[in-house]
């Protein structure tokens, strides 16, 4: 090759090794930070440039930029990733981004149907988004004629899906909506099974096989909680572990704390269990001591207090911030509304977090009373409760680790699905530019059950594809950088009304 074409060749090469071209003008450099990167471990003060969304560098010198901010004494790390977060609207992302989170997304129970989602949020949201196809929507649709519900709504909704089976010749046609879905760009398929108590275990089985034609993940809420003595957990985990080794789905089970209660050891032993015996299956939990849902659900149908070993009184109603006695309990279910239930041991996140493969979600969404929100405190306070109280005041875990278990563990369990995510939960040139500025020695959630819509404290920059969403520890109004976070879309033109049973 002549020297002068083997030189525009070589000019035209990525830059190597995260060193800056030295004629770039970065948009955004943060110096003087340490930087902590959960892929490589590197730990070390560095100062990072951002051009056009993206990591440019990451270097001992300061590259030249039109923005360049001194962190000295912060914290630079991925932004934090929620794979189960049910507030997808710009309140709660505000909560969040003030969390340190760039991306939340709607994976439990995900939404049917999911196009009409995805548009909805396009080019006006603060952070990134994305939602897995809905399995109780799904059955909802098919047993209801109804797909209102958006997300997690679902759950709040009443009708033939949530207690009457599917007709085994009608799976099918189920297999049907969740491949439509799947195709549409969901990230894998949401299932609560607990909150549709009549879904069959072959109907579970059926949609895992969904699931594994589109080397998706299927996220779990499984069919039953509780106590030692009745397996209920126990029990729940061995049914989808059965199901994803039967088809090879990928799996993720969700909030294995409140799954597992006192028996979370034992939980936490069958995943590992599968795990190393090659089963694809991960897990999550959030750091709390109680879990919160909708009273009118399933999951509070006769004899939960035995199921989950709880009465009464370990039921708060967020709308007034009281306990339950069992007159209340029945006036406010038929109510409906939003229960924070004190149930989990003390010990249940410490045992799950010392386990190095489980994440932290949070399982947060605020929802609204007279315009205001209510709810519990993992909506707002999640991320920066790991890092003060189990990393800094109590030292559950160490500080790269709690950084893992919110970027790099979430952003490879969907790789597969949206090869983009290679790009996220890493400090790293050529990465997106999501990161989370902190300070390591504030940095403390403020949200209580009592006030559960407080800003996190100590979370000071925050930045989504580039774009600053929170400056100087103060939201920025008037932005929307977060992109989807999506499956492939298929090409393939969408089937008839009439062969999804549409009525």
Known sequence: MPRLALALVLAALPVANGIAQRSATADVVLVNGRVLDPETNLDAVRAVAIRAGKIVSITASVPAARDTIDVRGLVVAPGFIDLHSHGQDSVN????????VTTALELELGTYPIAPWYAKREGKSLINFGASASHPGARRAMLDGDSTAEGADVIG??????????????????ERRLEVALDDGALGIGMGINYTPAATREEIFHSFRVAARHHAP???????????????????????????????????VVHVTSMGLAATP?????????????????????????????????????????????????????????????????????????????????SAADQAYRDAPVMVASDGGFQ???????????????????????????KVISLMDAVRKMTLLPARRLERVD???????????????????????????RSTFERPA???????????????????????????????????VS?????????????
């Open 218 to 252: 299927i996220f779990v809420h499984l069919r039953s909680a509780g106590l030692v003595e009745n397996a209920g957990g126990i029990a729940g985990v061995q049914e989808v572990l059965a199901d994803a080794a039967a088809t090879g789905a990928p799996l993720h």
């Open 419 to 445: 090869p983009n995510m290679k790009h996220k939960g890493r400090v790293q040139a050529g990465a997106d530019a999501d990161l989370v500025v902190f300070d390591p020695a504030t940095v403390i959630d």
């Open 93 to 100: 992302y505000g909560f969040l981004a003030r969390d340190g």
């Open 368 to 394: 609204f009373a007279n315009g205001q929100p209510i709810g519990h405190p993992r909506s707002a306070g999640t991320h920066a409760r790991v890092l003060g109280r189990f990393v800094r005041e109590r």
């Open 266 to 346: 034992a939980l936490l032993d069958l995943i590992d269990g599968a795990r190393a015996r090659g089963l694809d299956v991960t897990t999550e939990a959030y750091p709390y001591t109680a879990g919160a849902t909708m009273l009118q659900s399933a999951i509070f149908d006769p004899g939960f207090q035995e199921r989950m070993g709880i009465d009464y009184k370990d039921i708060l109603w967020t709308a007034t911030g009281e306990r339950l006695t069992a007159e209340s309990f029945d006036r406010y279910r038929k109510q409906g509304g939003l229960a924070v239930i004190f149930m989990i041991p003390e």
């Open 491 to 503: 090409r393939k033109p969408p089937p008839r009304a009439d062969s999804l049973g549409e009525r």
């Open 157 to 174: 909704a009443t009708g033939a899906f949530v207690r009457s089976p599917i007709a085994a010749a009608r799976l099918p046609e189920l």
């Open 454 to 488: 407080q800003y996190s404290g100590g979370i000071v920059h925050v930045l989504v594809n580039g774009t600053f969403v929170v400056r100087d520890s103060t939201l920025v109004s008037g932005v929307a950088p977060g992109k989807a976070v999506r499956g492939p």
